[in-house]
């Protein structure tokens, strides 16, 4: 389903490389976990997927196609079979989320028609249905999550990618939305998901790569958060430049409701830049 | 549903911008007023050079008994020297140079004095014998004018030699400046334009910035996502140029239809309000084909897929 050949990725020329040497396959139906600390390449190799930015070295293949054989304007049609999600959801606060999921079939231009069939569907699904109306500042961030999973899911993408999607989200929160990923990965969609989620990957026990630096030190089929691996830097076993290790055993801090309705302000600056309108670095990149 | 949204997006774009919407539209409608009063002098060149070189270019008009110059000590131009007039236009020298010769004798000369001052008292004081032989001469090249002129002025019995492109030159030299002058007025105000347009997109891409991430996010096509962009461009330009119709219009109606025309004669002033049937709508193409331009330009520039 998707395939890393050799990749290399360095935003800047002379600076150390995001992503090195990637070898790694993710095949059709699987659920992935990408856990390292922030900086390790997780979020360039999904940006890499969505072909949001190019290797500078290796080929990355995605359902069995050479992303760098298809000409800038197919890519859409490839954007169209993956679904992101995002740690701050990234929905848009004028819209309800009846229109935010509508949003996203009407600007891929589906019919009205089918649109009113799906809509609803996709709401009764994660769980929302009565709650179509709301603006985004009127749900929790587990139902935000809950719209913006519904949006990624509602064309029924072959590949769901979630960068940290229950970065924000309290512990309970965060397993409900575990189970939905879940449900969405059973119905055969790949999914790869970047987390920093200590007991949720100790408790799905589903193939775990771990990333350090830009490389990939560990790579197991039912694997938990931690190891015993000396490479291994959220076992505490590495000095990380970037973030305390975690030593906390509940996950990220508890974080109330009212904080919640404020995180979609707080940006982290990785994902500030993901999909901005101008990404200069990327360009400089491209150019070369 | 896909008309219908990006019709949505274009209207809730221009409101969103209102205010450098309505900069746009003014300055669009300006540069392309000068651009239109050019075009119009223009055409007003074209016509009079090709009336007049349609028309006799050079008129020599033989002594006649009330004639002052000193070539007309004589009196009234005689036979003989209206003959040598005559067999010199014909002649090896000047032929290559005239393409015909209209000769007016005096009877004639006098039905058109009658007719251009019918009505007035003095008509009836004079008759043939008073009004001068005139030869009206094509050139077959109007720029030659000035050979032939020399060839006849100051002869005997020759009273004056007119030539109609140099009598007209004035008039065609200011036109002409005026052309240049609205002309760099047009490209200023039209940089301007361009240059409002880029921003104003540049601002409506910012303002959306989280629509635009989400459409490339779930595979919206290039065109999908800039055409509002640039319909939204088109539409302010095409108010402009609609403006600037209107402009013209006026200006025609008022200035020249009833002023200029009544004043210096319908012969000469061929610019009409009727021209505005080919100017308006050259006018709104070329402020959407700008508009669209500046747009696809920033859009590049700013809104990278």
Known sequence: ?288 | MRARYILGEILTGLWRNVAMVISVVIVTAVSLTFVGAAALMQKQILDMKSTLVEEAQVTIYMCSPHSTASSCAGGAATDAQIESVRTALEGEVLSQYVGSVEERDQEQALAIYQEQFAGEGFVSNFTAEDMPVSFHITLTDAEDSAAVVEFFQGRDGVDEVTDLLSAFAPFIDVLNQSTLFALGLAVLMLIAAALLVATTIRMSVANRRREIAIMRLVGASNVFIRAPFLLEGAVAAILGGLIASGMLWIGLQYIVEDWLTPTLGAQLISVTTADLIWAAPALIVVGAILAIVSSVVSLNRYLKV
């Open chain 1, 1 to 288: 389903m998707i395939r890393f050949d050799n990749v290399t990725k360095t935003y800047l020329r002379g600076q150390s490389p995001a992503v090195e040497n990637l070898d790694i396959e993710f095949t059709r139906g699987e659920f992935v976990f990408l856990v390292g600390a922030s900086g390790s390449g997780k979020s360039t190799l999904m940006r890499m997927v969505l072909k949001e930015t190019s290797p500078s070295r290796g080929t990355v293949y995605v359902a069995g196609k050479d992303l760098s054989r298809i000409p800038s304007w197919r890519v859409p049609t490839l954007r169209r079979d993956i679904g992101m999600v995002f740690q701050d959801f990234r929905l848009l606060p004028s819209k309800t989320a009846y229109q935010n999921i509508e949003f996203a079939l009407a600007v891929i231009g589906t019919p009205r028609k089918v649109v009113r069939r799906l809509v609803p569907e996709m709401l009764e699904m994660v769980g929302l249905a009565d709650k179509g109306k709301r603006m985004p500042h009127e749900l929790s961030g587990g139902e935000q999550q809950r719209v913006a999973i519904a949006r990624a899911y509602v064309n029924r993408p072959s590949i769901l990618l979630a960068d940290e999607p229950t970065g924000n989200l309290d512990p309970a929160t965060a397993e409900g939305i575990l189970g939905l990923l879940t449900e969405i990965n059973e119905h055969g969609t790949t999914v790869v998901m970047a987390t920093h989620d200590r007991a949720a990957v100790n408790r799905m026990r589903r193939r775990v790569v771990e990333m350090v630096g830009g490389e990939v030190v560990r790579d197991d089929a039912a694997g938990r958060y931690e190891t015993i691996e000396p490479d291994s830097v959220i076992s505490g076993n590495t000095p990380d430049g970037e973030e305390e290790p975690e030593s906390d055993p509940v996950g990220p801090a508890d974080v109330t409701e009212e904080e919640l309705l404020d995180e979609r302000e707080l940006r982290p600056r990785e994902e500030e830049d993901l999909f901005a309108p101008d990404d200069r670095d990327d360009e400089q990149e491209e150019d070369r």
